[in-house]
């Protein structure tokens, strides 16, 4: 039964996720329909997992009532065999008038056929003995050979066995896989899901690729500031889809940021920031100081999911406040302000650089996560 306990565990983890609205923390929701899909196979399987072990556990529990009932009856037959003996030997018996038994009567035959017997047991006797007479010597040889054989593989097989066990070795090995699967079940459903912050981005570190550096070519930095969906594309198709996201916000003189479009328009303002120098952008996030900003310039980043949390990044551009703002990291605020180019040393790139016209502070929304709209 712990395929179904592994089984079931998975489904209910990953329903358990859907009823907490914790599942938009692992995947983009565009794509909730497979989680779904995944909890119904695996209540299914489940489900047909109970129904197979069940059913196995009847058929042997009916054997092992069949094998108790056929050897009560085979010791009953056992302890009845005396009372049939004694009911034979009644039998071969015959009883006179005078109620004495006698012998059974001898056919008349009996005497030829007993010496025909006699005389077949004496040729066969003295056939054996001239053959055992004759073979004696090659008896003893096959006997010394077959027992030296027998004594030499006893001395090997003492070195046979080297002191383990395959039984306990494969027996461990499928509670290891078992503990493995259950790992996963166990902390999905009783530890906290923990919302991703500013020490993420601080134990992970980060650096900037240059704009003409192909994000293909630096798979360790395209999911940090600039987000990039060229990866699941072709060149072609790519281009054809940047163009068109790019002409969709260019064609706006207040950029807006919101959730819907955060990702999306932070890909097109890198894949062109020429473009939309000295346009209004307006958008939401939470500060990050860091040690390698200084003076009034903070990070304002979004955690965001292209697909699932293997791809996630945190996404942003680098924000210069007005004097004296004393932000700390993880504090929310909303930002408004001009494009503009920086030279960053930090990063040895220039990249965008919002000038904020205003900023106030703001709640952590209730979803601090922004998904990839295609």
């Known amino acids: 039964m712990m395929r179904f306990a592994i089984l079931f565990g ?3 983890m990953f329903f358990l996720l859907h009823y907490t609205g914790d599942i938009d923390k692992y995947i983009n929701m565009k794509y909730a329909y497979l989680s779904i899909s995944a909890i119904v196979m695996l209540t299914l399987l489940s489900l047909y997992d109970f129904i197979r072990g069940y059913i196995q556990d009847r058929a042997a529990e009916k054997k092992a009532e069949s094998a108790a009932a056929r050897g009560a009856g085979e010791q009953a037959a056992e302890a ?4 049939a003996a004694a009911a034979l030997a009644a039998e071969s018996r015959s009883v006179d ?29 003295a056939h054996e003995h001239d053959h055992d007479h004759k073979h004696a010597n090659a008896h003893d040889h096959d006997h010394a050979h077959e027992h030296a054989h027998a004594h030499a593989h006893a001395h090997g097989s ?3 066995d080297h002191g383990h066990s395959h039984g306990e070795s494969s027996r461990f090995k499928r509670y290891a896989g078992y503990l493995i ?7 999905g459903i009783f530890l906290p899901v923990q919302t991703l912050d500013s020490s993420f981005v601080t134990a992970k ?5 240059t704009l ?47 959730d819907e479009q955060y990702l999306k328009g932070m890909e097109a303002i890198y894949n062109e920031p020429s473009v939309f120098m000295g346009k209004t952008i307006t958008f939401n996030g939470f500060a990050y100081k860091g040690k390698q900003v200084d003076g009034d310039h903070y990070f304002v980043f979004r955690f965001g999911f292209i697909h699932c949390v293997a791809d996630s990044g945190v996404f942003g551009m680098l ?18 302000g001009k494009l503009s180019w920086e030279y960053y040393q930090p990063f040895k790139a220039t990249i965008p650089v919002l000038n904020t016209t205003s900023w106030s502070r703001i709640d952590a929304p209730k979803e601090p996560y922004v998904y990839r709209n295609f």
């Not at 038994?101 to 006699?118: C, E, G, K």
């Not at 699967?181 to 902390?187: E, G, Q």
């Not at 990039?228 to 889809?241: H, Q």
């Open 10 to 12: 998975f489904a209910f």
């Open 212 to 258: 003409e550096e192909d994000v293909k070519n630096n798979p360790g930095y395209h999911q940090f500031l600039r987000p990039s969906t060229s990866m699941f594309y072709n060149p072609d198709d790519y281009n054809a889809v940047k163009k068109k996201e790019i002409a969709q916000f260019s064609s706006l003189q207040n950029i807006v940021l919101d």
């Open 181 to 187: 699967l259950l790992f996963p079940i166990f902390t």
């Open 205 to 209: 570190g980060f650096s900037f690729p």
């Open 319 to 336: 924000v210069k406040f007005p004097p004296n703002a004393n932000l700390k990291d993880d504090d929310w605020v909303q930002v408004s």
């Open 97 to 125: 008038g005078s109620g004495l038994a006698y012998p059974a009567p001898v056919p008349a035959d009996a005497h030829a056929r007993a010496r025909h017997q006699d005389h077949e047991h004496d040729h066969r006797h």
């Open 158 to 160: 003492a070195f046979d």
């Open 80 to 83: 009845s065999s005396p009372e």
